[in-house]
């Protein structure tokens, strides 16, 4: 093994030492009255963007997800003495902004008296004249797409493909296996194919 080759997989190692290390800190800083504060300033920063925009995919509505990020972090504060540290932090802030996410899809179709499949549909098809959405005409066209997948591939496909999340690292946020994720992602993107074809 090259010398470079060598020291590159030990940094990467050490880093990843060093990041576990950082997070058992944060974790129990923010268990500590004392440091809680600053604790979960940190913790805000380091994650608020990776889970805005993993609800964002979610609701799709820009006002909807600073809702649900608001949520999602007012819940982590309320139950972190909760957390036991038997998943990865960003794992169990993944499930709680993914439960917010689904609920707050929930309560929004019911109060407008239709399934949440519909919900999604509508949303997607508002995508165009939402000012915070920036993608262009093809990424427009894979929302819609999206949107009409059952919910479980859907969170499985947005997590692989764009949060670009590891197998082992969706069945611990969803609490499932990776074998029946790996069929939900196959299956997601065939539909998604035979969706952007005929659209």
């Known amino acids: ?8 997989l ?9 990041l576990l290390v950082k997070e058992e800190t944060l974790v129990q800083q923010l268990k500590q009255k004392d440091s809680q504060a600053k604790a979960f300033e940190v ?15 979610i609701v799709l509505n ?3 997800t600073d809702d649900v990020l608001q949520n999602t972090f007012i819940k982590v504060f309320n139950h972190i003495d909760g957390f036991k540290g038997e998943s990865k932090l960003y794992s169990w802030l993944y499930r709680i902004a993914t439960n917010e996410a689904l609920s707050f899809l929930n309560t929004k179709s019911k109060k407008m008296g239709i ?3 519909e919900l999604q549909e509508k949303m997607a098809g508002r995508l ?18 999206i949107a009409t997948l059952p919910e479980r591939q859907k969170m499985v496909f947005n997590m692989k493909y764009f949060d670009e999340l590891k197998y ?4 611990e946020i969803l609490g499932t296996s990776v074998g ?6 196959h299956l997601a993107v065939k539909k998604l194919e035979e969706y952007l074809k005929g659209n």
């Open 1 to 8: 093994m090259g010398i470079n080759l060598f020291l590159f």
């Open 10 to 18: 030990w940094s990467k190692s050490q880093l990843k030492s060093i």
């Open 43 to 57: 913790l805000v920063n380091t994650y608020k963007e990776r889970l805005y925009w993993h609800i964002r995919r």
């Open 62 to 64: 820009h006002d909807d």
């Open 115 to 117: 399934d949440n499949s």
């Open 128 to 145: 165009e004249a939402d000012v915070y959405f920036e993608g262009d005409e093809i990424q427009l066209k894979l929302q819609r797409a």
């Open 168 to 171: 082992k690292e969706i069945a």
């Open 180 to 185: 029946g994720l790996k069929a939900s992602y």
